[in-house]
């Protein structure tokens, strides 16, 4: 079906003179002459550096966080508020301030991925943490598990699909954050070419930065499936078992 | 050549041995909040287990069995009274003891291996690790499943499972095992294995056992003296020494004509009980 539709589109633009919608063959070339040359590493790399240094980071932060949160009904009672109300800012809405405070740099986009990414890691870590099974906690106190053992092995893997959900939704929100922040405030990266390629009519070029974005994202979600499989194959395992 | 003998018998406690206990309750109560209401639920339990044996707690569904298996192994903390190991308070889960909760799939680790299982409350004793997997080895070797050391729990059937939990509670070497209704969620068959495995490693193993069950024939099987409780709150309502010959056997033990008498005895108590909370 893939293999179809990008026929039908290679061969319904083969001819096309329209300014807006060049032929697929064009598009093409310049993914290649442009995005596999030498953009590749003046701004595709750069945009993926940013991307993985913004999710890792938000990643390890919202583990921690969110176990502390989720273990300690205390603090999250205290803090649950200001982070519904922090959370309820779409990171893009703080681009404006962010410029204006971290510059332009890979700083400033670094930041604004981890304040778009970190909330659904964070809950979903503090959500999982949160209970656990009465009759685990017996196990924990009757065999006396150290503490350590009990995070890393008790409580982190049993919040472990929760955490990888999170991670999941994280991604594609990173993305969305990453492409604008590029947009809004910088001079290179996938977003800043796609944007000034627009608005220098250079409308192949466009499109070729829009169907590298796509492949990106969907190289990710396979990269990230493989990933999930690993990390949660018992989980897998015992739902395949259970639903047979 | 039995059917003279009375059940041997007593009202708290004629029939506990002489010998200083392993394991005792002293005057237990224990009480849960519910809503704005105290509900007692054990009654003044006393309770005391000698070392190496064999102790079978029964009594009808509901009637806080759980509950003082809790408090023996110091995972609930009683209203008033004592449990005392060797003489001492317990205050916290004690080392020496090991317990075998009912539900097996969820007191297993479904993220790890059956090795890993039982090898997760070997760390906290600070053994190699080359010498927790020479133990888990050894005990999932007791309980029958050598082969089975690097598959997940979920991947066995329930009584292999159940049997990974038993394989734990060994490698842990504990004097007294607590046992809370660890066969209730087996098929018949599988059940009756496990029974006998249970006391095939306990003459193997000379550990000291106490058992929570509500069925009758399973205690009376099983056990050196069977507690059987009742009431609401529940007391220890008889004590009985079960004179049945060792080693048991599921088809010889059971149509011994004392295994008859042994069971409906136990079984009048809980009916008398029942009847009596019923009017």
Redesign the interface.
């Given at each position: 079906m893939p293999f179809v539709l990008v026929a039908l589109w290679w061969f319904l633009s083969a001819g096309s003179t329209s300014l807006y919608f060049p032929p697929l063959a064009r598009i093409l070339s310049s993914v290649q002459h442009v995005w596999l040359a030498h953009r590749f590493s003046s701004d595709l790399v750069p945009s993926l550096e940013n991307l993985a240094a913004g999710l890792l980071i938000s990643t390890i932060l919202g583990i921690a966080v969110g176990l502390l949160l989720g273990r300690l009904p205390v603090l999250s009672d205290a803090v649950t508020p200001v982070l519904e109300f922090l959370r309820a800012i779409p990171a893009v809405a703080l681009l404006p301030a962010a410029v204006l405070l971290l510059g332009i740099g890979p700083d400033m986009r670094i930041s604004v991925i981890v304040y778009g990414t970190i909330w659904p890691i964070l809950l979903n870590t503090a959500d999982g943490a949160r209970s656990l099974d009465p009759i685990l906690a017996d196990v924990v106190a009757a065999y006396h598990i150290r503490p350590r053992d009990r995070l890393r092995s008790i409580i982190l893997p049993a919040a472990s699909p929760q955490i990888v959900a999170g991670v999941r939704t994280a991604l594609s929100v990173g993305i969305t954050t990453l492409i604008l922040s590029e947009m809004i405030g910088s001079t290179s990266g996938i977003g800043y070419q796609i944007l000034s390629a627009q608005q220098s009519f250079a409308v192949s070029d466009m499109w070729a930065g829009i169907v590298v974005l796509g492949i990106i994202g969907y190289l990710l979600n396979v990269a990230f499936r493989g990933l999930e499989a690993y990390v949660l194959r018992w989980h897998r395992g015992m739902r395949q078992l259970v639903g047979s | 050549m039995t059917k003279a003998v009375p059940v041997s018998a007593s009202r708290n406690g004629n029939a506990e041995p002489n010998v200083a206990p392993i394991i005792e309750t002293t005057d237990l109560y224990k009480s849960y909040v519910v809503g704005e209401a105290l509900r007692p639920v054990l009654g003044g339990v006393s309770i005391k287990v000698r070392s190496h044996e064999f102790l079978c707690i029964v009594g009808p569904s509901g009637a806080g069995k759980s509950t003082l298996l809790?408090c023996m192994?110091?995972?609930l903390e009683p209203s008033s009274g004592a449990v005392l190991l060797d003489g001492d308070p317990v205050q916290?889960?004690p080392?020496k003891?090991?317990?075998v909760?009912q539900?097996y799939s969820?007191?297993l680790?479904?993220?790890?291996s059956v090795a890993r299982n039982i090898m997760?409350?070997l760390?906290?004793?600070g053994l190699s690790k080359v010498l927790q997997r020479e133990r888990a080895a050894e005990a999932l070797t007791a309980v029958g499943l050598t082969e089975c050391a690097d598959l997940?729990p979920?991947?066995l059937s329930g009584g292999m499972q159940q049997r990974v939990a038993i394989a734990?509670a060994l490698a842990?070497e504990p004097e007294v095992l607590l046992m809370d209704e660890p066969f209730a969620s087996v098929d018949a068959q599988t059940r009756a294995d496990l029974e006998d495995l249970i006391l095939g490693l306990r003459s193997k193993f000379g550990v000291t056992v106490v058992l929570v069950t509500h069925d009758i024939d399973e205690s009376v099987y099983l056990a050196d003296r069977v507690v059987v409780m009742s009431g609401s709150p529940t007391t220890v309502r008889e004590t009985i020494i079960v004179d049945l010959p060792t080693p048991r056997d599921q088809v010889s033990t059971k149509v011994l004509p004392r295994f008859a008498e042994l069971r409906a005895h136990v079984l009048t108590l809980i009916r008398e009980d029942r009847r009596r909370l019923d009017s």
């Open positions: - | 809790r192994a110091g995972l916290q889960p080392a003891v090991a317990v909760f539900d969820r007191s680790l479904p993220w790890m997760l409350p760390r906290a004793k997940f979920w991947q734990r842990y």
